[in-house]
C-alpha cells in the first residue's frame, strides 16, 4: 500500500494504541469519530484476555468512543474459537485466568473443569494464586494441552507495564515442563478472523499496532499493511527494524497523515 487514502480496512489493537491502563490517548474521540464519518469498517484485536467485549465496550464509551461488543475480538474468543475448530462441544476444558476467559470458552460450547479435562486455556490471572498455579501445572504435566490466550510478556498500563499473560504462563512452562502454544498475535488467528467479520482483503486492510513482536510481526504474516503508533510497548527504532510500514507518534498523528493522503488524492 503506497498511501493510507487506499485503507477501506482497519484492524486496531487496544492497550498501547487506544489508551494507557484507564489513560485514553489524545484525540480518541475524533479518530472513531473519522472511522465513522468515513465509512471505514474496523475491528478492534486485541491480545488481552482480562475482559470481554462488552466490558471494553464500556470502557471506550466512557472515553467518548462508541464501539460495539461486535466490534471487539479478544484472543480468549480467538482461543476458544480456534479450539472450537478442532474439539467437539462438551469437550472439557480448565482456565486459568479470568472471568472473560471463561465466558469465551463457554460460549463456544465447552464444559469448565478442574480435572480430567483435554485442554488447559491459559491467560493473566489477576487473582493468581499457589493453588491455582498447582492445579493447572499438573493438568498439563498429566497431558492436557496446554493453549495461551497470548504470550505478550506485559500489558502497558498509565503508570508502567503490568505483568502479562507470558509472565504469567512462564510459571506454568517452568512448572509442567511443557511450553505453551500461543493464540494471540503474532499467530494470524485474530487477524483472520476480524478480516472474515468485515468481509476485508489484505491488500485493503491495515493493522495499527503498538508491539512490535505481536501486532507488526503478525500483520504481516497476514499480509496487511502495518502502522506502528509510539504510544505503547515499541519504540521507533524497533518499529523501524520490523519494518513496519508507517510509524507515527500516535493515533492523532496517524489521522492527521491519513486526511492529508485523502486531501491529496482528491486533488490529484
Ligand atoms: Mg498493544
Keep these: 500500500m503506497e498511501s493510507l487514502a487506499q485503507i477501506t480496512r482497519l484492524i486496531l489493537d487496544?492497550?498501547?494504541?487506544?489508551?494507557?491502563?484507564?489513560?485514553?490517548?489524545?484525540?480518541?474521540?475524533?479518530?472513531?469519530?473519522?472511522?465513522?464519518?468515513?465509512?471505514?469498517?474496523?475491528?478492534?484485536?486485541?491480545?488481552?484476555?482480562?475482559?470481554?467485549?462488552?466490558?471494553?465496550?464500556e470502557k471506550l464509551a466512557r472515553m467518548g468512543a462508541q464501539v460495539a461488543p461486535a466490534e471487539i475480538l479478544t484472543s480468549?474468543?480467538?482461543?476458544?474459537r480456534f479450539l472450537k475448530r478442532q474439539y467437539p462441544a462438551g469437550t472439557r476444558v480448565h482456565v486459568f485466568g479470568m472471568a472473560a476467559l471463561r465466558e469465551a470458552v463457554r460460549e463456544e460450547g465447552f464444559v469448565l473443569a478442574d480435572e480430567d479435562v483435554k485442554i488447559v486455556v491459559a491467560s493473566v490471572d489477576r487473582d493468581v494464586t499457589f493453588e491455582k498455579v498447582k492445579v493447572a501445572s499438573r493438568l498439563i504435566r498429566a497431558g492436557a494441552r496446554f493453549i495461551a490466550t497470548n504470550l505478550d510478556p506485559n500489558i502497558p498500563a498509565e503508570d508502567g507495564f503490568l505483568p502479562g499473560t507470558g509472565a504469567m504462563v512462564a510459571m506454568l512452562a517452568t512448572a509442567s515442563g511443557v511450553a505453551p502454544t500461543g493464540i494471540g498475535k503474532p499467530e494470524p488467528i485474530l487477524y483472520e478472523l476480524a478480516m472474515s467479520q468485515m468481509g476485508a482483503r489484505p491488500g485493503t486492510t491495515a493493522a495499527v499496532g503498538?508491539?512490535?513482536?505481536?501486532?507488526?510481526?503478525?500483520?504481516?504474516?497476514?499480509?496487511?499493511?502495518?502502522?506502528?503508533?509510539?504510544t505503547g510497548a515499541s519504540d521507533r527504532a524497533e518499529a523501524e527494524a520490523a519494518g513496519a510500514d508507517f510509524i507515527f507518534a500516535d493515533i492523532g498523528a496517524l489521522l492527521d497523515a491519513w486526511r492529508a493522503a485523502l486531501a491529496a488524492q482528491t486533488q490529484a
Excluded: H, W
Excluded at 76 to 80: D, S
Excluded at 210 to 230: E, Q, S
Design 14 to 57: 487496544m492497550d498501547g494504541v487506544l489508551y494507557r491502563g484507564s489513560e485514553p490517548i489524545p484525540r480518541l474521540r475524533e479518530f472513531f469519530a473519522f472511522l465513522r464519518e468515513r465509512r471505514i469498517p474496523f475491528m478492534l484485536a486485541t491480545n488481552n484476555a482480562t475482559r470481554t467485549p462488552q466490558e471494553r465496550s
Design 76 to 80: 480468549a474468543q480467538g482461543a476458544a
Design 210 to 230: 503498538d508491539r512490535v513482536m505481536t501486532d507488526i510481526v503478525g500483520g504481516k504474516r497476514a499480509g496487511l499493511t502495518t502502522i506502528c503508533v509510539l
